[in-house]
């Protein structure tokens, strides 16, 4: 099995609401992150999970939260969102952190807006 | 900030012709990768080259690496409509000593029936 799985497909939030992003992948990758996309921009990266443990936070606001409960998994929880988070949330494994040495499976992506 | 920039940021052309994308980056690195991303959708990984390597291929796909100019090539061969997508080079963050990927603006493929 290749394949990540994320859910929700399509997600809309008022600015008070909580809701989360649920990730999973079983090809006993090692890695895992979550991306940013804004149209027609190359994703961004977001947070890394290295053998569970959270490897680099890039500078996200507080009110993204992620969270690895076990290899296969990852969440990531929004609290407290503005417009401007508004974008395509995308999850990837790999076997490894490491650079490109290997390849990123991705996540069909959440589209999220924010009202 | 990005590694990578794709050039041409657009490209259209008629099904059967080539298609040749160019990515070119900063610092030195380890290994290149190539992604194509449906509008809207998760990206999928294409190919992988590393730094020791120039050519390298897959079905109708073929990448080259120069690294003393720090550029690669994507060259898509008989391309087909279902190669409508954006086509991402991604590399090793800053030089090889971080562990994420960086990726480049894109290129934005239309390919016209």
């Known amino acids: 099995d290749t394949e990540v799985t994320q859910t929700p497909k399509h997600l809309v939030m008022g600015m008070t609401n909580k809701k989360s992003l649920k990730c999973e992948q079983h090809?006993?990758?090692?890695?895992m992150y979550w991306y940013k996309q804004k149209a027609k921009k190359p994703p961004e990266l977001m947070f890394v999970?290295?053998?569970?443990?959270?490897?680099i936070n890039e500078s996200v606001p507080s009110r993204f939260s992620p969270e690895c409960p076990n290899s296969s998994l990852l969440n990531l929880h929004l609290h407290a969102l503005q417009p401007e988070d508004s974008a395509l949330y995308l999850c990837?494994?790999?076997?490894?952190?490491?650079?490109?040495?290997?390849?990123?499976?991705f996540g069909p992506g959440t589209r999220l807006t924010v009202t | 900030s990005q590694q990578g920039e794709e050039d041409p940021q657009a490209l259209s052309i008629q099904e059967g012709e080539n298609a040749t994308m160019n990515c070119s980056y900063k610092?030195?690195?380890?290994?290149l990768q190539w992604y194509r991303q449906n509008s809207g959708r998760g990206l999928v990984h294409l190919i992988l080259?590393?730094?020791?390597?120039r050519e390298k291929h897959s079905g109708r796909l073929r990448v080259t690496l120069d690294t003393s100019k720090k550029s690669s090539s994507l060259l898509i061969t008989a391309s087909r409509a279902a190669d409508t997508a954006s086509y991402f080079c991604?590399?090793?963050?800053?030089?090889?000593?971080?562990?994420?990927?960086?990726f480049g603006k894109g290129t934005k493929l239309s390919v016209k029936p």
């Open positions: 990837a494994s790999s076997q490894e952190f490491s650079g490109a040495r290997h390849e990123q499976y």
């Open positions: 090809m006993g990758h090692r890695a």
């Open positions: 999970y290295s053998y569970e443990k959270l490897s």
């Open positions: 610092t030195s690195i380890n290994n």
């Open positions: 080259i590393r730094s020791n390597e």
């Open positions: 991604a590399t090793d963050g800053y030089g090889g000593s971080q562990g994420n990927l960086i």
